[in-house]
């Protein structure tokens, strides 16, 4: 991607830079308004987009999808090695029963209610409707992480709650490869061959191997830097960009040896994690959560300039029903009906909560973006691009205050202690992020 073949793309790197700088002066207030940085971002490349101000369009096919794809791949790598390092070592170990129903019976559940729903409601071909039901199947780390971090969410959420969305988070964004790619498979080959394709490579190479290498990607890794570290090798600053150097490096690695480069991401820092001391991960968190912040905002004001108003107004008051089904039914209804076989969701209030907050955004943008270039159809992405955009304007206003609500709802709980437990470890948490940024 150069300047000759987008001409915008210095206007791109200007803007979103600039948008970023002033959201930076004002985080103090940002993270004490209702309205997460992300929502403030889709505003911004709203009004810096073609049907506002009109800065900047996005509107050409192959510049708008290529873009997106870029800037949601490089978003996904960040973002991912963030979230295994925020649950660390501990949580896969003790729950990994909970993480294998969330992904292996959940997203299935919600992958063939979100197929249904679009088949139904938009009348689209099956295979399309089963394509664009596995692209916005998984629960999204980025959007998610203002619902899991800052003071209020880790002040009145269990940690296992939180770490739940955060997991199941970063697995299903690569599962959902699979699910994306066979509907994508079968459009475009003949039926045996796309089952024999999507076997023998997408799920043996693509995603077990990719699995496979990330974990020993992860182990060395953390094993060089114990390594440096002990021989006093390392810089201070230079150890802060130490897991966003690996991720950049494995998602970079995936794409040039046709992997599912998501995969291998995720699995790297899950493997990185376990070698690593509680200290040594709150460490590296602190540098991975900057950068993962400067990535956020401007791939939501990127999808904020690329929406396909006239595509929307296509799809008129199907779309809308659509987007308002796929809230509420998508995920909702799968968590309630899988809760006797999550432990560590403990009554209908906390299935509730996991239940509705499983936003939709980069995951989605990525894999529609991917969809698009192998198949051509725009319709992927005016579809796509509105469930995001319910998504992220529903959840991003409700994350405050269900947060809220549910701190009083459990505040007033016949088990106060267990309650008051959470807190207190949550605050000791928060005191000690306080503690290490003030040393």
Do not use: C
């Amino acid at each position: 991607m150069d300047t000759e073949a987008f001409p915008e793309l210095n206007l791109i790197i200007a803007l979103l830079g600039g948008l970023v700088l002033v959201l930076g002066l004002f985080s103090q207030r940002l993270n004490a308004s209702p309205f997460p940085p992300v929502l403030i971002a889709l505003a911004s490349g709203i009004i810096i987009g073609p049907h506002a101000l009109g800065l900047l369009d996005l509107a050409d096919l192959a510049a708008r999808s290529s873009i997106i794809e870029y800037a949601a791949r490089l978003t996904l790598a960040i973002g991912l090695f963030g979230v295994a390092l925020r649950i660390g070592a501990e949580y896969p170990r003790r729950h990994w029963r909970d993480v294998a129903v969330l992904v292996g019976l959940g997203m299935p559940i919600m992958w063939f209610v979100s197929s249904t729903l679009v088949y139904l409601i938009l009348d689209l071909p099956l295979w399309m409707s089963v394509l664009i039901g596995a692209i916005i199947t998984p629960t999204d780390p980025i959007a998610s992480t203002p619902i899991v971090t800052g003071k209020l969410s880790e002040s009145i959420i269990p940690e296992r709650m939180r770490h739940a969305i955060s997991s199941e988070s970063g697995a299903n964004d690569g599962l959902a490869y699979l699910f994306v790619l066979l509907p994508i498979l079968v459009m475009t080959r003949s039926t045996g061959d796309a089952l024999s394709h999507w076997i023998t490579r997408t799920l043996m190479w693509e995603v077990v191997t990719a699995t496979l290498i990330g974990i020993v990607i992860g182990l060395v890794a953390a094993k060089l830097l114990q390594f440096s570290e002990k021989r006093d090798l390392i810089a201070p600053e230079w150890r802060l960009i130490y897991t966003v150097s690996l991720a950049l490096l494995t998602a970079g690695l995936g794409r040039i040896i046709g992997t599912d480069e998501v995969v291998l991401v995720f699995a790297a820092g899950i493997a990185f994690t376990q070698l690593l001391t509680t200290e040594e991960r709150e460490e590296e968190d602190l540098g991975q959560e900057a950068v993962n912040r400067f990535f956020s905002v401007p791939i939501f004001a990127l999808f904020g300039m690329a929406i396909p108003w006239e595509g929307w107004r296509a799809l008129g008051w199907s779309g809308l029903l659509l987007a308002v089904a796929i809230m509420f039914l998508r995920r909702l209804p799968a968590i309630l009906l899988l809760r006797p076989l999550l432990r560590g969701v403990h009554g209908a209030k906390e299935a509730l909560f996991i239940g509705w907050f499983g936003p939709i955004a980069v995951a989605a943008m990525y894999y529609s973006s991917l969809a698009e270039h192998r198949l051509g159809e725009t319709i992927v992405w005016d579809v796509v691009s509105l469930v995001i955009f319910a998504s992220v304007l529903s959840h991003g206003l409700t994350a405050d205050p269900f947060t809220r609500l549910f701190g009083r709802s459990i505040a007033t709980a016949p088990a106060p202690e267990q309650t008051t437990t959470y807190t207190v470890q949550a605050s000791a948490t928060e005191r000690g992020r306080t503690g290490r940024r003030s040393r």
